[in-house]
């Protein structure tokens, strides 16, 4: 398509990518970026369950006036923290294989505001992260934190519930 317009917006730590084109008024395509997590409770290291993720989406669905039907996902992170009585980085010490694949090493990530160690461990569909989620929020609990990154959708097929 000649004349494809793009577009960046901020909205409540969310990123979108807007593209169009002035010749077809009924066709865009809308790309954000960001958590829902803080996009809904300001940070991640706390719970936020189905509800508040469809709440989510709805909100931000009825802010740039997209129907959630149509809303497509190409790719999705979600994670779990546990509450530990010692410091996350004695279990990341010792992550060293998943699946016959070797985890690796960082110590710097992005969105980190702390430099701490985390432990990548990636696959074709997916990466499994698991890092200190308190040292990276400067928090006097420990909490460590796994997460997945679907980075392709095959990888949900048959795995997933509605929202709904």
Known sequence: MDGLIWEYANYNNLKF???YSPEKPDWGLIKFSGS????????NYDDLDKYQLA?????ICSA???????????????GVNVPLTVS?????DRLIFFKNRLFERQTSFKGATRLGLMQRCS????QIKAYNKSKQ???????LRFEIKV??????????TRLS
Request: hydrophobic fraction near 40%; charged fraction near 20%; avoid cysteine.
């Open 17 to 19: 990518q807007i593209r």
């Open 36 to 43: 829902l997590h803080k996009f809904r409770n300001g940070v």
């Open 55 to 59: 709440q989510s989406i709805n909100a």
């Open 64 to 78: 740039i006036e997209v129907l959630p039907e149509v809303v497509e996902l190409h790719s999705i992170e979600f």
């Open 88 to 92: 996350p980085d004695l279990f990341l």
């Open 123 to 126: 696959f074709s569909n997916y």
């Open 137 to 143: 929020y400067g928090l006097p609990h420990h909490i």
């Open 151 to 160: 980075t392709k959708m095959q990888f949900l097929k048959n795995k997933v």
